[in-house]
């Protein structure tokens, strides 16, 4: 895959790492819901009846007649003069069910308690409707305990109340705080957009493709690095049988980090008619590694298998080392294949006078282009007429930009849905080498800059000034305190998701942060926006979640042009801890219908594997809601029966309570990489318990003394970094936490090496202890850690998320 920051990890323990982000600041977030338990949506037609909700609601307008259809049967019933002062107050209440806060006015979001028949009425608004005409109430509701209490003002009222007054009717109307933002996807405090995901699939070795046939099946294809393809249905369940496993010949191995396997897979933009698909794989050949690009055939007997014995090699390119290998494959709108290599690896692109990248007569380093149609005889590609360089006798044909280091993930914009723009751009995240992570437009005969220019800086000073080199600049690039390794993705174009229509979202393999990307169509800049998970109940919808494994490996899209990525919690290729997830605006959705689409049938050979998932929300605990007064329990609340507040509000309470006092369970600790730091909610560690009464063992702790902590396996050589100064154990913070201050903290503990500094709680978070040192900077050459640079003990700016930790070993390093 990338380079994941230099170094390759060494094996590591099967930590989870789950980001899990918005688990904290800020005020509770609204949350529009319909009946349905889904978002709100802007109606495809206008609404006649309940026009107030014309923008964005609950309703389509085949409801809307619906409810207008009942209003009239009930108004039957009524004289002129009846009719002239409850009409308004009955169109209301039948209205309230296209609110988009459908849910809380219905006391509907526990799926497990009845809802009300009558929206949540405020009191005054109630007080008046029970004066003019609360006779219609029999007409509204078939509820016999409302029927009882028509002539009691105060019970009646008292029933129809909703616990949190924000969400009465009419109230919720003018409250601003609910409804400025609505329909809109809403950014937090930091400006950091709040999506969800829903798990889609999950147990998959690195899955770093996830594509599909345009076949009309909208099957969607999933490989793993060691070189397996999954066939799953719309459904989500998977055939048990693979499409493809070639896992015999792809050369990649357990470690983490090994950037060489199965890479990439597409199918061809005719397979309907063809059958054929490409693969990108890496390979041993003799003493050489290469990569490979494959054609193959799906099986003539069973549409979910790949014929194994088809396999053509189109294209070989030697690999100088093992690092770097690109491994897109794409057909863009011109029907060509677009091959996206890598610049041969190591460091700074030291192959040849000035590197691979810039040498127009190596493959590596490029993005490629060949004609693979009609090759069944002949050669097995040809060279579209118009690539960039075909009169440069220095060129290799094939070539269709350079200047590129290690393209990983690139994608095809479909365009707008409605205007068609943007179309058949090309989009690429380029990994970079220490400094700068870049996103490009990939356009014919363009210089990318590498080595020259990493992102928008010189990299390569001599080439860098040689202005003959004409690169294109990146449309994007951020430095490496947001990431290390960036994770190309899609612009949105799908069809559920209004709000997010043109946004390019792509992610950091490193840091697990989600970023957006939108134009800005005057300027043709590309604004940035954080992506974050929905924070407090945001996410709080049947089969949504709000946290996802770190490494960011792939984004994908379907058939239906929806939104998907992949990550891992352990980024070796033999760990089935990937999982698939789906990006979901919980603010707004597309109507109901707009989106329905017919999968063609799938003729089954082999079993199918049921998806389960296995994710859950987290830090958001529904709590069971309180009995709603149901009939029995009505008319006089036992006093045992006391309401309690609104369930929100509860949750709410629980929830900041759970946050500020109970660390993150050791198995989930959280990364809230892509999250600024937490200030404001860093829970206050208690004071460091002083020793219990009675058996107190007696043990003295030199000033600067090292433990290491949290490590489950019971392993003493790595650990969550702890540090004994001024009678006090603490932790050290991971900010410019680095290798060199690992070394002096296993020297310290009697290794000989670091084999790696771990971050943001790799070891669990030390909750109960104080922080105690922040910003630690060591030559490596100090006799302890306490010895290194860092500002006053006590000072930091950080949480427990991002506790330091170690991996010592007594054996050098093997440095790949
Ligand atoms: C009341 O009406 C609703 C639908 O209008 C229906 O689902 C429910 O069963 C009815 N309840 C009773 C007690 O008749
Ligand atoms: C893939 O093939 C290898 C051998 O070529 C085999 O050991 C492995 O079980 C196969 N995997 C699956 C999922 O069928
Ligand atoms: C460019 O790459 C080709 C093919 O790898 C190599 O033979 C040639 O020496 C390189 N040129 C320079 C100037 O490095
Ligand atoms: C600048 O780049 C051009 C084209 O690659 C090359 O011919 C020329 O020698 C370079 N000049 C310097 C000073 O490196």
């Not at 060591?778 to 290194?788: I, M, S, V």
């Amino acid at each position: 895959m990338r380079d994941v920051g230099g170094r390759r990890a060494a094996w590591l323990p099967p930590t989870l790492l789950l980001l899990a982000l918005g688990l904290g600041a800020g005020p509770a977030r609204a949350h529009p819901q319909c009946l349905d338990f889904k978002p709100p949506f802007k109606p495809q037609e206008g609404l006649e009846f309940c026009s107030m909700y014309r923008e964005l609601g609950c309703c389509d307008a085949a409801r809307d007649a619906e409810l207008m259809a009942t209003f009239y049967t009930i108004m039957d019933h009524f004289s002129y003069h009846a009719y002239s002062s409850c009409a308004g107050y009955v169109q209301d209440l039948l209205c309230q069910e296209c609110s988009p806060y459908a849910a809380h006015l219905f006391d509907a979001e526990d799926p497990s308690t009845p809802v009300r028949t009558v929206p949540g009425l405020c009191p005054d608004y109630c007080s008046r409707f029970w004066l003019r005409c609360r006779s219609v109430i029999t007409f509204l509701s078939n509820d016999t305990v409302l029927a009882d209490l028509e002539q009691d003002q105060h019970g009646f009222c008292e029933y129809l109340k909703l616990d949190d007054a924000d969400y009465c009717y009419p109230h919720l109307l003018s409250n601003r705080e609910l409804t400025k933002d609505l329909g809109r996807v809403t950014a937090d405090a930091e400006g950091c957009l709040q999506l969800c995901v829903e798990e889609v699939a999950n147990g998959l070795r690195n899955p770093l493709a996830m594509v599909h046939a345009a076949d009309g099946t909208h099957r969607f294809f999933v490989a793993e690095q060691v070189g397996v393809v999954w066939v799953y249905l719309p459904d989500r369940s998977r055939l048990e049988k693979p499409f493809l496993n070639i896992s015999k010949a792809v050369l990649t191995s357990p470690w983490e980090g090994d950037e060489r396997g199965f890479l990439g897979l597409t199918f061809h933009p005719n397979y309907k008619y063809n059958g054929k698909l490409y693969v990108y794989y890496s390979v041993e050949v003799g003493i050489h590694e290469r990569i490979r690009i494959s054609e193959f055939h799906v099986s003539t007997s069973d549409m979910n298998i790949v014929d194994h014995t088809s396999e053509r090699v189109i294209l070989e390119i030697d690999e100088p080392a093992s690092n770097h290998n690109g491994g897109q494959l794409l057909f863009a709108d011109d029907g060509y294949l677009y091959i996206f290599t890598g610049d041969g690896g190591m460091a700074g692109d030291p192959f040849g006078k000035f590197g691979n990248s810039q040498n127009k007569s190596a493959l590596l380093g490029k993005v490629l282009r060949i004609d693979v149609d009609d090759n069944n005889r002949g050669p097995p590609y040809r060279i579209p007429p118009d690539n960039p360089f075909l009169q440069d006798p220095a060129a290799r044909p094939e070539v269709f930009a350079y200047g590129v280091r290690n393209m990983w993930r690139c994608s095809v914009d479909r365009g707008d849905p409605v205007t068609k723009e943007g179309k058949g751009r090309i989009f690429c995240g380029d990994v970079g080498q220490n400094k700068y992570e870049e996103v490009d437009i990939i356009e014919r005969g363009k210089n990318y800059g590498w080595r020259a220019m990493e992102g928008f800086a010189c990299y390569d000073k001599k080439l860098c000034a040689n202005s003959s080199l004409d690169d294109v600049l990146p449309i994007f690039a951020y430095p490496h305190k947001m990431g290390k390794s960036v994770t190309g993705g899609y612009v949105y174009r799908g069809c559920k998701y209004p709000n997010l229509n043109g946004m390019y979202i792509f992610g950091d393999f490193m840091s697990g942060r989600m970023m957006a990307l939108q134009e800005d169509k005057e300027s043709g800049q590309w604004n940035y926006h954080e992506i974050c998970m929905g924070r407090g109940l945001t996410c709080a919808f049947p089969g949504l979640i709000n946290n996802y494994y770190q490494y960011i490996i792939s984004f994908a899209e379907d058939e239906a042009g929806e939104l998907y990525f992949m990550s891992t919690g352990i980024p070796s290729a033999t760990s089935a801890s990937g999982v698939v997830y789906k990006l979901v605006d919980p603010s707004r959705r597309a109507p109901p219908g707009k989106c329905h689409y017919d999968p063609l049938p799938v003729r089954l050979k082999s079993k199918l594997i049921k998806f389960e998932p296995k994710e859950t929300l987290m830090g958001v605990d529904i709590p069971t809601k309180r009995s709603r007064l149901t009939g029995e329990e009505r008319p006089s609340p036992a006093p045992t029966q006391t309401i309690t507040k609104d369930w929100l509000q509860e949750l709410l309470n629980l929830f900041n309570e759970e946050w500020m006092t109970t660390p993150v369970p050791k198995t989930t600790p959280t990364v809230a990489a892509t999250t600024t730091k937490m200030t404001s909610t860093t829970p206050k560690a208690p004071k460091p318990c002083k020793s219990r009464k009675g058996r107190r063992r007696k043990r003295k702790y030199k000033n600067g003394a090292l433990r290491l902590a949290g490590n489950t396996e019971g392993m003493s050589d790595r650990g969550r970094v702890e540090i004994f100064i001024a009678g006090e154990w603490g932790t050290v913070c991971d900010d410019l936490w680095d290798i060199k201050s690992a070394t002096v903290v296993c020297r310290q503990l009697g290794f000989s090496y670091a084999l790696r500094a771990t971050k943001q709680a790799w070891f669990g978070e030390g909750g109960h202890l104080r922080i105690l040192l922040d910003d630690v900077q060591c030559e490596g050459t100090e006799r302890q850690l306490l010895d290194c640079k860092h500002p006053r003990v006590g000072t930091h700016n950080c949480g427990h998320h991002e506790d330091a930790g170690v991996m010592c070993g007594n054996v050098e390093p093997v440095d790949y």
